[in-house]
């Protein structure tokens, strides 16, 4: 067990359930699980490889999008940006980070490893990237995500590493999430979450796992990953990777990327405290797998989407949907 490392216990996700936290059974698959039929509102943005579809939008009403781009299994240097004005003409930044520089990346550098999963953020007044490199050789165990800053405000950097010299999460899909108070937290992996010193230099506590309170152990709903992530028969997570998480309507959303029945999904779980207990997880999109969730400039929640498995509209490249919340504030794909 890594000394950084903390499962929620038991007692905490039985004490939610007396404090009125979510308690539910995990309602129905959302619309396009069936094979062949649409994703509601889904388009295409731009028919340029990449994977790990990231947006976010800036203090100016801009659309900042990046992603992982091909090679996607080798060395590909690092991290591109693209923005738009509407969500539909996508004008290239170019390469804003190339990795290497800090001392951690030398054995993935040496390895010819990929840059995955960047995520692109705007807060504290600056542009944030999350990054992961899978591990140098070949396994899980050195694998490792970091994360950038933009020293001059803007989206195409320069960018400095905020921790260079170790990793500072150990495992691949990072990603940030700030709460109602301030605080920002780095996010990773399949559910992993710790609170970020002011200064996002480091973490500022160990960090936890967050789990459901529901278990889903039907041999279809889980990666092949999933065993030597969690236990052999430990089905209490969300999903095995592509974390991501957001807060609408006084509710945490908790997401990661799952396979249900050979679809690459995006699965939720929801609480009303950061922390959980969560509620059982469910097929939110379809095919949906590692997303993230943004506002556009109405106010209207959209999710990225690239396609991963082979029923997916399309594979690899970046795309966008509306979503909603239903009447038990469930999150759907399409426009309400």
């Known amino acids: ?16 359930f007396c404090t009125g936290t979510l308690a539910m059974a995990a309602p129905p698959a959302a619309e396009g699980h069936e ?3 649409p994703v509601p509102g889904l388009r295409k943005l731009m028919d340029t490889p990449l994977r790990d579809t990231s947006i976010c939008r800036g203090p100016d ?13 080798s060395y590909n240097e690092g991290i591109r940006v693209w923005r738009s004005r509407d969500l ?11 990795y290497g520089e800090s001392p951690w990346h030398r054995p993935y550098l040496d390895a010819k490893r990929p840059l995955w999963a960047p995520e692109i953020h705007h807060l504290k007044g600056t542009f944030w990237l999350t990054y992961s490199l899978p591990g140098w050789d070949g396994t899980g165990r050195t694998s490792g995500c970091g994360l950038l ?70 041999p279809g709903h889980h990666s092949g990953l999933c065993a030597g992530i969690f236990g052999r028969d430990s089905f209490d997570h969300v999903g095995y990777e592509g974390m ?7 509710r945490y959303y908790l997401s990661c990327a799952e396979l249900i029945d050979g679809r690459y999904s995006c699965v939720v779980a929801e609480s009303k405290a950061l922390l959980g207990p969560y509620s059982p997880r469910y097929e939110a999109i379809p095919h949906a797998g590692h997303n993230v969730f943004f506002r556009d400039a109405e106010g209207r929640w959209l999710s990225t989407f690239f396609g991963s498995d082979a029923s997916a509209p399309w594979q690899e ?19 309400e």
């Open 1 to 16: 067990m890594n000394a950084r490392m903390i499962h929620l216990p038991v007692l905490a996700v039985l004490a939610g």
């Open 317 to 335: 490249r970046p795309g966008v949907l509306p979503i909603h919340f239903d009447a038990d504030g469930h999150l759907r794909p399409g426009a």
């Open 244 to 250: 991501f998480l957001f807060k609408a309507n006084g």
């Open 88 to 98: 539909r003409a996508w004008e290239p930044l170019g390469m804003v980070y190339r």
């Open 35 to 37: 094979a062949g039929k």
């Open 61 to 73: 009403g801009t659309y900042y999008l990046t992603g992982t781009r091909e090679p996607f299994w």
């Open 149 to 218: 800053r933009s020293t001059t405000g803007k989206a195409e950097g320069p960018y400095e590493d905020m921790h260079p010299s170790e990793r500072l999460g150990d495992e691949i899909d990072a990603s940030l999430f700030r709460d109602d108070d301030g605080s920002v937290y780095f996010l990773w992996h399949s559910g992993k979450i710790a609170k970020l010193k002011p200064d996002m230099t480091g973490l500022a506590e160990p960090y936890r796992w967050l789990r459901t309170t529901g278990t889903d152990p039907a």
